[in-house]
């Protein structure tokens, strides 16, 4: 999670000098809530970059912003953007009808954040966990993990063995240590008892 006041600090300081804010959502947006980090900070940027997630994993991105700067962009100003597969058929239609489900069901963000929390609290003190609602990272470490170079300091020979344990046992984690998990919508009850017990498992050796 970003420091406190990091955001804050951005935002002045962009604001001040007449620079754009531009927000990477590709991981977070739709994810950590319906209006991605953004709106769980409240933190209005200038731009913002969103991935798949928005599809439920099918190809699809998109990017957003302030009105003023979007009517820049063709057919009504003379910013030129397109690529192959923009507006594919299938993932749009995949796009609208997951963006849909989202803002109908907005208990799919306490599910997910709690399935998250659990997982997490299956760590044994003197691992250094990071988490921001359904998005999560062990650290092998028992320092505080703020940036790279705190990452950069992690057991990250442990961290493969975790990776394969968890493997070997039926658990896909990322399989680098630079990498966040997700809880997910799929993940019930089962999944996350499988995984909590795999992880506990592994620190139990």
């Not at 030129?80 to 796009?95: F, K, R």
């Amino acid at each position: 999670p970003p420091q406190p006041g990091y955001l804050e600090a951005m935002r002045e300081l962009c604001t001040r000098h007449g620079a754009l804010l531009i927000f990477d959502e590709v991981m977070t947006g739709f994810r950590l809530a319906f209006g991605g980090a953004q709106a769980l900070y409240n933190i209005k940027p200038d731009l913002s970059t969103f991935g798949k997630v928005i599809g439920g994993g099918l190809p699809i991105a998109a990017y957003g912003g302030r009105a003023d700067i979007m009517s820049r962009v063709a057919p009504v100003g003379n910013v030129y953007q397109a690529g192959t597969l923009s507006g594919n058929p299938l993932a749009v239609t995949a796009g609208l009808a997951m963006l849909k489900y989202l803002k109908a069901h907005p208990e799919v963000y306490d599910h997910i954040a709690a399935a998250a929390r659990q997982v997490c609290e299956a760590a044994p003190d003197g691992l250094t966990v990071n988490r921001v609602g359904s998005m999560f990272t062990f650290f092998f470490t028992g320092e505080p993990v703020t940036d790279w170079a705190s990452a950069g300091r992690c057991d990250r020979a442990r961290f493969s063995r975790f990776f394969h344990y968890l493997l070997e046992n039926g658990i896909y984690f990322p399989p680098s240590q630079f990498e966040a998990a997700f809880a997910g919508a799929a993940h019930d009850a089962d999944a996350v008892a499988a995984t909590t017990a795999a992880i506990r498992s592994f620190f139990a050796q």
